[in-house]
C-alpha cells in the first residue's frame, strides 16, 4: 500500500533521531561525554587562516561526529585549557608539561611546511634590527609574549644562555608575538624570539611588520605545538580523533587549505614527547 502522505517524511524525520540517539549513546559509553563542548585551534589566531581551520575541523568531524559542530574561537586561549568544556585544544609545549600534563591528553601535532621545521619538530627564529651573533645579546632588552611561552620565552633564554640560563636584560612581555614582532621593529626591544610557524604567516600576512628586522638565530629544536584532548576521553576516543585529523589533512579538497595553514600532515604523539622540554627550564 503507498505511503499516505506525510509518512515517508516522518518515517524519514524518526530515523534521523534514533540514528542521532544512538550517536550520542555511543559517545556517553566511549568517552563519558556528551557531544556538546568546545574544541578550539587557535594558537595561530590569524583572522585569514580561521576559514581554513574551520573547513579542516568540518572534514574531522564528518568522520568523529561527536565532536562539537563548530571551532571555538577565544580571545583568550589560556581559559580553554583547563575548561570543563573541552574536548579539543591547542596548547603551547611549556604549558603542557609544566601544567597540564596531568588534566589532559595529547593527541599529536602538526608537520609544518616552513624551512625551520623537520618532521614534527621545529625552532623558532630570534629577530632583531641589528644583524649580530646570539651571544651580544646577553643583557639586551627582550620582548616576549609570556613567560610560559616555549617558543617565545624558554627558546630565547635557551638560545642566547643555554639550557637552564637565565636571562640577564630586561624584559617586556606583550602578550602576543605579534606585539613581540612590533616591539622588536619599533626600537622597544633589541631582540626576540618567536615561534617559527607565526613568523611565516605573519611575513606573508603582514610583511610591513618584519621590514628591517633580521633573524639572527633559532631556538632549540622542540616538538611542535600540542593538540590536546579532554583527560576523560578513552584511549579508543583518542586512536578515531587523530586517525580523523591525519585523514581529514589529506582529502583532495583539503589541498588549498594545507597551503594557507602551512600544514603538511597531522602526526600522533603523546606526553612522553614533550616532557624532555623540562631540561631546557630557565633558572630563576
Known sequence: MPDRPGETEQRETEQRVTEQRVTEQRVTEQVGMPVDGEAGLGMYPFP??????DAYWRAIRRRVPWLPADLTWHA??????????LTVGYTCGWPLVTQLADQVQVVGTFEFAIPEAS???????IVACDDAPLASFAGAIAAANSPDSLSGWVSLVTAVHGAGGAWTGEVRWTG??????????SGLAQVASIDSVSWAHISRLEPELVDGLVVVGNGPDVPCLPV???RRFTPDA???????????LADAEMASNRDTLLIRNFVPLDLADYLPLLELAPAD
Open 76 to 85: 583568550d586561549v589560556h581559559s580553554s585549557w583547563r575548561s570543563p568544556d
Open 238 to 248: 583518542i586512536d578515531e580523533l587523530r586517525d580523523a585529523m591525519a585523514a581529514s
Open 48 to 53: 585569514q587562516l580561521r576559514a581554513a581551520y
Open 119 to 125: 618532521a614534527h619538530r621545529y625552532r623558532s627564529v
Open 228 to 230: 590536546i584532548a579532554a
Open 176 to 185: 602576543a608575538h605579534l606585539e613581540s614582532v612590533r616591539a622588536v621593529q
